[in-house]
């Protein structure tokens, strides 16, 4: 099913790898130009001949964008710092900018770890052709992108990530390359991440005592998150861009409601996954549409009632709404209570079809006529659900 992931700014990704002992070259953020042009100045005196300011936003294609830029010197810093921040990028407005030591770039490729859902399994991703977009490499030349799946329990072997390492051509960088393929697939397990990419991982060239050498650095790096394990890794909710977010699945976690928005126009409101699965399918049966998926719970209280009905009301698109709960831990007077309550404060009117069977049901329908609420209850699972697809102008 899908479901809300957690993007990660690539400040954020950056830490996560080089924590995990990544060659990631050093970075500062900034969220004003004079502070942009100060990071600057302190690079360039270590030495730096570029600096290099990137938007951090949580979409791809910055640098096509404009939001990708060399500086060289810290007044210029400064400057393309002005120019970025406050630019607005595919609807995001830009609040934050990496500055870091410009790379002087010899290869770029692109290297990945990716949850396979199919596989059960971490699959790597590798191709020589890196800075441009995977989809669109996938596309055009599906086989220049290499896959290995590494083992569930012991992560991607040496063989296999020296076999990665060959097949993208980085056999003068053999150590390097292969424990940065080790290490992507442990960083996407360790923190329980769908998504490790590095896009480019970069050879690049730095001066060294004894002429030019050269080495691998991860020059980008984006990472997304099983919103499911965020429990089991306290760190990474202070790692959320909150600003970035979808305010619905923000609201819905906050209530602890389990809501995806679709396509259709019949908002439901279920308790119970396998229960809001089934109202779905019926709701299709009928001809219907269902506008989302939401599961209230068990043992939900009326205020979560009331906030899933704001949630579901927020879709501009329903035109009908399908209430179905099975009272067991769940009481359905406290369900009834609760939509006769968002009901009452609703923002727009919309039809509603309402059906509570189990736990205090009698006690739902005496709430539910007592309170003169415009609520057509119903009896049986069909009623409802075939009401509600008439009610929203649908139906066979
Ligand atoms: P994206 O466009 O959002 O994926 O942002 P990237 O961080 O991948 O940057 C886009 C492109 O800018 C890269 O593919 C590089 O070609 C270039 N770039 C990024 N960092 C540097 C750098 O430090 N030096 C140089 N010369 N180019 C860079
Ligand atoms: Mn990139």
Known sequence: MLRPTVKLQEFHAKTLLSRAGLPVPSYAVATTPAEAEEQAAGYFERGASAVVIKAQVLVGGRGKAGGVKLARSAEEAGQVAEAILGMDIKGITVRRVLVAPGADILRELYLAAVLDRTAQRIMLMGSAEGGVEIETLAEEDPDAIFKIHAHPQLGLLPYQAREMAFRLGLGDHLKQAAAICTGLVKVAIDEDADLVEVNPLAVVREDGPDGPVESLQLLDAKVTLDDSALGRHPGHERMRDLDEEDPTDLAAREAGLSFIRLDGDIGCMVNGAGLAMTTMDLVKRAGGEPANFLDIGGGARSDKVAEAMRLILSDAHVKAILVNIFGGIARGDEVARGLVEARSKQARSVPM????????????????????????????LDEAVETAVALAGGGA
């Open 353 to 380: 079809v309402v059906r509570i069977v189990g736990t205090n049901a009698d006690i739902a329908a005496d709430i539910l006529r007592e309170s003169g609420a415009d609520i057509v209850t119903a009896t049986s």
